[in-house]
């Protein structure tokens, strides 16, 4: 391979590694905006942000391959010639001219990475967007968080019940001192089927701020045989919250409906 070869697929590789990745990136995630499937993995309220960054990008790779080939790394060219010029003096007068092993490390470092960036984008590209709720909510069971642990918030007292989703009610189930004050409560919850203790199960959603990497496991203990459904399975619950003798509610459904999983399936 000639030197001008050479030089021309190090020009290529570095261009791919810049704004090739960045590029495809940004056309994945416009194109998971545009669909509305980008809140499978964040917050609606940040999504203008993430299609507005993705544009940006865009834009700006595409101006960036309007640059003649190798034109990156003609900035400090001469400098950097110089200063060859004077390693090599340097490497004459020692009688050394081994190429420094760190050099041979760096070129390793720089293909495993590009290698890696290069599978995690072609993956994005190949595997269709789904909903990490299931598995998400199974590997985080049993975590404890501040989102559903505490003391009595007078807003919950008496804000309006039947707003309420499963991460609200996760919020009082844990934290309710006088559970009292909400036996009765009708609901209307829609949820996916997890493991729960006795011979009930529980109605599980995650809850998340930003993005599926703050998700916070909400599970609510529901009176269902365990073999009614499996777990992962989405249904729909309506019926009242109960509170147990010993202080603990739960919910008695009066109906459970199993549904498809909701295209948005994270509360916020």
């Known amino acids: ?66 640059l003649p080939l190798g034109e990156e790394g003609d900035h400090g060219h001469d400098h950097g010639h110089h200063q060859r010029q004077g390693v090599e003096a340097d490497d004459t007068e020692s009688g050394s001219s081994a190429t420094p092993p760190r050099r041979s490390l760096a070129g390793v ?4 990475g590009g290698v890696i960036a290069s599978g995690v984008v072609i993956a994005a590209l190949a595997l269709p967007p789904a909903s990490l709720s299931v598995e998400l909510a199974m590997s985080r069971a049993g975590e404890q968080s501040a989102l559903f642990a505490g003391s009595d918030s007078v807003a919950l007292g008496v804000a309006d019940t039947s707003t309420f989703g499963v991460g609200d009610w996760a919020s009082v189930f844990a934290a309710s001192t006088n559970t009292s004050a909400y036996d009765g409560a009708p609901v209307t919850l829609t949820g996916f089927v997890t493991p729960g203790s006795g011979d009930g199960v529980n109605l599980t959603r995650l809850v998340i701020t930003h993005c599926v990497i703050d998700a916070q496991t909400a599970a609510l203990p529901v009176t269902v045989d365990p073999d009614d459904y499996p777990t992962g399975q989405w249904v729909e619950v309506t019926g009242t919250v109960r509170a147990d003798s010993d202080g603990k509610l739960h919910i008695e459904p009066t109906d459970v409906v199993a549904i498809d999983e909701p295209g948005d399936p994270y509360e916020y």
């Open 1 to 66: 391979m000639s030197e001008q070869t050479a030089t021309r697929a190090r020009a290529l590789a570095t261009r791919w590694l810049g704004v090739g990745l960045a590029a495809v990136i940004a056309v994945v995630t416009l194109g998971l905006g545009v669909t509305d499937r980008l809140t499978l993995y964040i917050s609606p309220e940040t999504v203008w942000f993430a299609c507005a960054a993705a544009v940006v990008t865009l834009a700006g790779a595409i101006w960036s391959c309007t």
């Open 109 to 112: 470092g720089a293909v495993t």
